[in-house]
């Protein structure tokens, strides 16, 4: 009898015991499964090499890193601080939350027309695939779906995703629009590049100016007439500075042809002509913006933005909104030179 019990006992505790394997072996399956399929971050972002970033508008942008720094499409350099924000989370995006059962296909849905596609690139290798969705109503971080790199299928579970210790969404750091990759320096000069700066004040001729250097320490001041004039050294070294790191706010070509058009059609309200040391000559032509509405303040009404103006560049063939606040500084008189 004894013997039939300890039989008994043994022969439960072996049962029992293959079922723990059968299920811890099946547990570490799936658990494998989903950590594969939560693993969107790519930790060595100095390896990357190239970067592809598409939409469903058919927006484009293939960054690649060059010896002179990133670029966009072989074409323009990219914007220093967006390269930064993309490296960010392409290091540190982390899984929030699993996305519920029921609310899965319809989150799959809306990604399937509005997710924007990613591909990251160590040399000629994928190294990683997913795509960004859009964001919850109620919560941080975006919807994120991984594609399996072996097998070239997306797995079946997206994710809401965030960067730890950031509050904000992920997909606008995902910039398939390539304009709004390019950098927005526009003006930057320094005394030895430049031979002569040129203002010319469209509406009011008199108050045009030009400053010629004739060494990075020798200056002349000419008005509208070509009259010379006497001017505060000090000053005048001042407003030369102004000329180094100048950037627009929002580049439009090619995005808003009915006020290009409109806007090639006016003249503009200043030009500025950098004449360069190396025969290189640019032009910069300033457009009054008009507000909404007109902006009654400290007793006037404002026929055009008093904040922002156009910028016309690169041989008339950009387009930017700008800054007053930037550029103000560039648009003045002869009179700012006085002692």
Known sequence: MQKRSSF??????????????????????????????????????????????????????????TD????????????????????????????KMSVQKKTKQAILKVMSTQAIKIEIYTGTKLVKQYYVGNE????????????NIETGENYADPYLCYIPGFVGFLKPRYIANATEWRDRLVINYTPPQIKQIKVE??????????????STSKFKLYDGKKNELAFNEVKLKQYLAYYQNISYEYL???????????????????????????????????????????VPEMGLNYTYDPDRLYLRFANDKEWALAQYFVFGKLLITPLYFKN
């Open 136 to 147: 919850p109503p109620d919560s941080e971080g975006s919807y994120m779906l991984l594609t």
């Open 8 to 65: 008994i006992i043994i022969s439960v505790l072996l049962l029992l015991s293959g079922v723990a394997i059968f299920v811890f072996k099946t547990k570490g399956k799936t658990t494998t499964v989903d950590e594969e399929a939560r693993n969107f971050s790519f930790k060595d972002t100095a390896s990357i090499t190239k970067i592809f970033i598409a939409d469903k508008n058919g927006n484009k942008s293939l960054l690649q890193r």
């Open 201 to 214: 004040h469209l509406n009011y001729p008199d108050s045009s100016f030009t400053i010629e250097l004739i």
């Open 252 to 294: 439009f070509t090619g995005q808003n042809k009915k006020l290009q058009d409109s806007l090639s059609a006016q003249k503009p309200f200043c030009k500025i002509t950098v004449f360069g040391t190396g025969f290189n000559t640019n032009e910069y032509k300033f457009y009054y913006k008009q507000p909404k509405q007109k």
């Open 68 to 95: 002179k720094g990133w670029f966009v499409n072989n074409n323009y350099p990219c914007r220093s601080d967006a390269i930064l924000n993309l490296m960010e989370v392409i290091k540190h995006v982390d899984v």
